[in-house]
């Protein structure tokens, strides 16, 4: 994968993620959230992980935008105008 496609996939994700999460826990009190029935975690680390939830969700929707998406043909070196 070519670094501008990497750019072209995370930059976006990111404020896409940065967006969902100051969203998402605007609304939600994390410290009301249940994590797997016990497993209690502060306010920051349910800040941060759901963070990069959003953001790796993000990323794997604009991952498989930029797959789908057809590529620009390749010039034909014999073709001469």
Request: proline share 9%; hydrophobic share 55%; net charge negative.
């Given at each position: 994968?070519?670094?501008?496609?990497?750019?072209w996939i995370?930059?976006?994700?990111?404020?896409?993620?940065?967006?969902?999460?100051?969203?998402?826990?605007?609304?939600?009190?994390?410290?009301?959230?249940?994590?797997?029935?016990?497993?209690?975690?502060?306010?920051?680390?349910?800040?941060?992980?759901?963070?990069?939830?959003?953001?790796?969700?993000?990323?794997?929707?604009?991952?498989?935008?930029?797959?789908?998406?057809?590529?620009?043909?390749?010039?034909?070196?014999?073709?001469?105008?």
């Amino acid at each position: 994968m070519k670094w501008r496609s990497l750019m072209w996939i995370l930059w976006p994700s990111f404020l896409v993620g940065a967006a969902t999460s100051a969203t998402v826990f605007a609304l939600v009190d994390p410290l009301d959230i249940p994590i797997f029935g016990s497993i209690e975690l502060s306010r920051q680390q349910m800040y941060a992980g759901g963070f990069f939830l959003f953001w790796l969700m993000a990323a794997l929707s604009s991952s498989l935008s930029l797959y789908m998406a057809p590529s620009a043909p390749e010039p034909d070196p014999l073709d001469t105008y």
